[in-house]
């Protein structure tokens, strides 16, 4: 079973800060997906990433994907209000169904 | 919005006895996918199911079992309930075989209590 790790768990921070949230494991992915998801809301999907190395914006948000396609993060730039959720990564294998992380619980205090 | 509908949004029960829960994918999806989310646990895969046929099984318990209809829509059953079976539980759909290459759509979530 690949296994996939988030920290850290919890992050409370001011807004206008900026943030690194991260993801491990041991397995090697074909793809890896970063989801956003709201209090009282499903995950919304914010990223695939698929080639090691790769560097994904998405406006404030910033992707990477580790060059051995084990790791990757999500780095926010001047974090507002609305980022604060539960930032979940997720991995898979060619043709296998993601398998999700316990995630990161983002808290941006006005 | 994702299309994703999910009834009902709260369900509070005693132990030991039977939930359905009921899921209407997004127009044109032919998978259904089924989550369980609790703090300890994080979002736990449960069963999928293509255009009516069982696909891929996960963490489910032989308590639940799950089923597609003609019409798309799903149903998780959760039966002999117990305290630990409280939980946020989602489905997801999307357009093919995989979330490998088609991307998860997720409802909003049904909120089960067991007392």
């Known amino acids: 079973t690949q296994l996939l790790e988030q920290s850290p768990q919890f992050l409370s921070i001011q807004e206008g800060e900026n943030l690194t949230v991260y993801c491990n494991s041991s397995s090697v992915f074909s793809s890896l997906q970063w989801y956003r998801q709201e209090p009282g809301e499903g995950p919304v999907l914010l990223v695939t990433?698929?080639?090691?190395?790769e560097v994904k914006k998405l406006k404030r948000l910033t992707f990477q994907f580790g060059d051995a396609r084990k790791d990757s993060s999500l780095h926010i730039t001047a974090a507002q209000t609305g980022d604060t959720g539960l930032y979940l990564c997720a991995g898979s294998n060619y043709g296998q169904n993601f398998v999700f992380g316990p995630g990161t619980r983002l808290s941006v205090l006005p | 919005d994702s299309g994703v509908t999910q009834t009902p949004k709260h369900l509070i029960t005693a132990t030991g006895q039977r939930v359905t829960l009921r899921c209407s994918p997004r127009s044109g999806d032919l998978s259904v996918y089924w989550y369980q989310q609790s703090l300890d646990q994080g979002l736990q895969f449960l069963i999928q199911?293509?255009?009516?046929?069982?696909?891929a099984k996960g963490n489910i318990l032989e308590r639940f079992s799950a089923q597609q209809f003609p019409d798309l829509h799903s149903e998780l059953n959760l039966s002999s309930l117990e305290l630990g079976d409280s939980a946020l539980y989602f489905c997801?759909?999307?357009?093919?075989?995989?979330?490998?290459?088609?991307?998860?759509?997720f409802g909003n979530g049904t909120r089960l209590t067991v007392t």
């Open positions: 997801a759909s999307s357009a093919g075989l995989s979330s490998y290459n088609s991307p998860l759509h």
């Open positions: 199911y293509y255009n009516g046929e069982e696909r």
């Open positions: 990433v698929v080639t090691g190395g």
